[in-house]
């Protein structure tokens, strides 16, 4: 069984900047998709972005690409969304998910029902 726990949450001005880190521990993570998923009051569930520890690759939405940097730190156990130029839009809590990558989907609808989940941070983007 895999644990996340994520930090770094908080309230930014439109604009500003964040960098959220998702600690992991328990299981291995061969061949998993550790990623950042978000949900705003009354919308889906959106994937974010996910980095694959079978390859090293990442992946984001539409929504955020250009913007969302998605890292694995030099510990190896530790995963780190940076967020730039932040929107009123990106407000939401925001989970850190562990899945297999065919089980991603980076965008709106994103479901895990086997994947692990932290217990989630808030992100507010306001002015």
């Known amino acids: 069984q895999v644990q996340l726990e994520e930090s770094g949450g908080g309230s930014v001005q439109p604009g500003g900047s964040l960098r959220l880190s998702c600690a992991t521990s328990?299981?291995?993570?061969?061949?998993?998709?550790i990623g950042w998923v978000r949900q705003a009051p009354g919308k889906e569930r959106e994937g974010v972005a996910c980095?694959?520890?079978?390859?090293?690759?990442?992946r984001y939405s539409h929504s955020v690409r250009g913007r969302f940097t998605i890292a694995r730190g030099s510990a190896q156990n530790t995963y780190y969304l940076q967020m730039n130029s932040l929107k009123p839009e990106d407000t939401g809590v925001y989970y850190c998910?562990?899945?297999?990558?065919?089980?991603?989907?980076?965008?709106?609808?994103?479901?895990?029902?086997?994947?692990?989940w932290g217990r989630g941070t808030q992100v507010t983007v306001s002015s």
């Open positions: 998910v562990a899945d297999a990558l065919e089980n991603w989907v980076l965008g709106p609808g994103f479901d895990s029902a086997y994947g692990s």
């Open positions: 328990g299981d291995t993570l061969d061949d998993y998709a």
């Open positions: 980095f694959s520890t079978t390859d090293d690759s990442t």
